[in-house]
Structures are given as C-alpha cells and as structure tokens.
C-alpha cells in the first residue's frame, strides 16, 4: 500500500458562525469548532491511524485545529492557505458571487480559481514527494479543500456535491507515478457536541 494523504478542513471558526467571507483573513476557532478538531482526533484513534508527517496552511485556525488532532510535531505551508478573496475578506458571505467564482476575485485583488487550484496541488505534490513515511496529516480550508479535489477529479468517481464541513476529512492515494486518487470522504456527525462540554 502506497502513500495516503488525510487533507482535513479546519474546524469550525467566528467568522463561520458569523458568515464572514474568510479567506487569507484569519478568525480563531470556536470552542465547537476545537470539540469537532477533538471528533477527527479521535475518528483517526478509533480507525488506528497514526500520521508520520503532518502540514498545515500559516492561518492559525488551521494549526489550532491540527494540534488538536495530533501532538506530532508539523511544518506550516503558505501553498496550504485558502482561497485569497482580496477584499472580500472579512466581508459578509452574502456577497460572495454564485458558484462557480472563477476569476471574480481578480478584480478585488485576489487569486483566481485556476490560480488557487494550481498553488494547492503543487504544494501537496511537494509535500508528499518529499515526506517518508506512509500517512502523511494536512489541514487546510473549504475552498481548497475543493480545489484540491476538482484538480484530480478525473481520477476517482468518489465526490460530494455539498459544502465540505468543518474537519471533514479527504482521504487520497498518492500512487508512484504521482498522481492523487481520492477514496473516501469521511463526513463527522457533529449533533452531539455542546459548546461548554469539557
């Protein structure tokens, strides 16, 4: 069995809740978002996978979000950040334009979706050439998350057409001639956290 990369969304942050456009901006972690970082955690100990390498995006709601889920020691990768929404961030959701954004965000100074889809696969790639081991650990955002997903879409019919959740977990192949194939989306039932339970 070859490589597996477990790319995980961040858990749920103020700016989710508040519906604010998030991108390069940064919002700390909710304490359900860290109660859902601890779900993934212990999904991973239940499924007895343990991580010999572990990246995250240089926002902090994604570090946060990977310390809860291991104590291995990781490395912090700028091509692992979301989406770059110029100055739509912060803003309300509500002005984000219709799916698919495109190139929208160009004009208010941010990256296209070519553009991002490009910066997230090629950092992977890098990561996963580069790591030993066998389970290599990755937190980043929604958006890329996607992006990630739609790059190497012609190499799985594993799919999910509605929004990836908060530390929902993509689990990939990385086969020896490179490529990624996606083999399972693991979705977290979150209805039984309450903020305030310890």
């Excluded at 698919?100 to 100074?109: E, K, L, R, V």
């Amino acid at each position: 069995m070859g490589k597996m990369l477990y790319l995980m969304r961040h858990g749920e942050t103020w700016f989710n809740r508040l519906h604010k456009i998030q991108g390069w901006c940064d919002a700390p972690l909710t304490e359900l978002g860290i109660l859902q970082a601890q779900q993934a955690r212990d999904y991973f100990k239940k499924s007895g996978i343990t991580f010999d390498a572990a990246y995250c995006s240089t926002s902090e709601r994604a570090s946060d979000t990977l310390e809860q889920v291991t104590e291995l020691s990781y490395q912090r990768m700028k091509g692992l950040k979301e989406w770059h929404f110029g100055r739509f961030e912060g803003e309300p959701e509500f002005l984000n334009p219709p799916l698919p954004y495109g190139d929208f965000f160009i004009q208010a100074g941010g990256e296209g979706e070519l553009e991002c889809r490009a910066r997230v696969a090629a950092t992977l790639l890098d990561i996963m050439q580069k790591t030993t081991g066998k389970n290599v650990l990755a937190v980043s955002h929604g958006a890329s998350c996607r992006q990630f997903m739609r790059y190497w879409g012609h190499t799985s019919q594993v799919d999910q057409k509605e929004r990836l959740g908060n530390c929902c977990i993509l689990r990939f192949k990385f086969n020896d001639d490179n490529t990624f194939q996606l083999e399972e989306i693991i979705n977290h039932d979150f209805s039984n956290l309450a903020e305030g339970k310890k």
